[in-house]
């Protein structure tokens, strides 16, 4: 198997260089929206935050090509949303990014609002009490001392992002060149029976997987 010549061909390029965009995109989205949803989750309690809690858990769930198909029914050009958007998001590069956000979001979430929800709790009440805001609380007090958590919860979420197909199948569509990422390469690889393209692409996907593991260890132990 010629692996350096398979990884320069830019049908595997192509699909590397959107899965690094698209991880880039979404990891900030992830980073900054999951920890702003997580404080809200457990700034109070009402109908509208278990609604919120509701759908952001839901993909850890539900079938990930039901959820694109829920996705793509609300966001196509004759969505309930789609036809008030500012943009075409599905089968384009947005696309890609809100599915693998959707998709890590869970995982970016979960560990913050358990943190924010322990000891740490304790601490924003006395700066509360000392006459802080809400806000100053939470980035002067709260934050610091979950950093581990965001943290965490941030690779995780790129870890699930990197290997998303259901949804990404349903709102990329997969367009050879514009909305393939390197999961959904894999598949096409296989299908087409390019059997050594799949397995480099697997190994590119696995050195970020282990990747994302051995940082993870690492702030385990830290």
Same mark, same amino acid.
């Given at each position: 198997?010629?692996?350096?010549?398979?990884? &320069? =061909?830019?049908?595997?390029?192509?699909?590397?260089?959107?899965?690094?965009?698209?991880?880039?995109?979404?990891?900030?989205?992830?980073?900054?929206?999951?920890?702003?949803?997580?404080?809200?989750?457990?700034?109070?309690?009402?109908?509208?935050? &278990?609604?919120?809690?509701?759908?952001?858990?839901?993909?850890?769930?539900?079938?990930?090509?039901?959820?694109?198909?829920?996705?793509?029914?609300?966001?196509?050009?004759?969505?309930?949303?789609?036809?008030?958007?500012?943009?075409?998001?599905?089968?384009?590069?947005?696309?890609?990014?809100?599915? &693998?956000?959707?998709?890590?979001?869970?995982?970016?979430?979960?560990?913050?609002?358990?943190?924010?929800?322990?000891?740490?709790?304790?601490?924003?009440?006395?700066? =509360?009490?000392?006459?802080?805001?809400?806000? =100053?609380?939470?980035?002067?007090?709260?934050?610091?001392?979950?950093?581990?958590?965001?943290?965490?919860?941030?690779?995780?979420?790129?870890?699930?992002?990197?290997?998303?197909?259901?949804?990404?199948?349903?709102?990329?569509?997969?367009?050879?060149?514009?909305?393939?990422?390197?999961?959904?390469?894999?598949?096409?690889?296989?299908?087409?029976?390019?059997?050594?393209?799949?397995?480099?692409?697997?190994?590119?996907?696995?050195?970020?997987?282990?990747?994302?593991?051995?940082?993870?260890?690492?702030? &385990?132990?830290?």
């Amino acid at each position: 198997m010629d692996f350096v010549g398979i990884l &320069s =061909q830019p049908e595997t390029i192509n699909p590397l260089r959107l899965t690094l965009k698209t991880l880039a995109v979404s990891g900030v989205l992830h980073l900054f929206g999951g920890v702003l949803i997580a404080y809200y989750l457990t700034s109070g309690k009402g109908v509208l935050r &278990s609604a919120v809690d509701f759908l952001v858990t839901l993909p850890l769930v539900f079938p990930p090509i039901a959820t694109g198909f829920i996705l793509l029914m609300l966001l196509g050009r004759a969505g309930w949303l789609g036809r008030f958007a500012p943009m075409d998001i599905v089968f384009n590069f947005p696309g890609v990014v809100l599915a &693998s956000f959707v998709s890590g979001l869970p995982l970016m979430v979960k560990p913050v609002e358990a943190a924010l929800k322990g000891d740490v709790r304790r601490l924003g009440e006395i700066a =509360q009490v000392l006459g802080k805001s809400d806000w =100053q609380t939470f980035w002067l007090v709260l934050l610091p001392n979950i950093r581990r958590n965001v943290t965490a919860g941030w690779f995780l979420a790129l870890g699930r992002s990197l290997g998303e197909v259901g949804v990404t199948l349903m709102l990329g569509g997969n367009i050879i060149g514009k909305t393939n990422t390197l999961s959904l390469e894999i598949y096409n690889a296989v299908f087409s029976g390019e059997f050594d393209r799949a397995m480099v692409l697997a190994v590119i996907i696995g050195l970020f997987s282990l990747t994302i593991f051995a940082a993870l260890k690492k702030l &385990s132990a830290v």
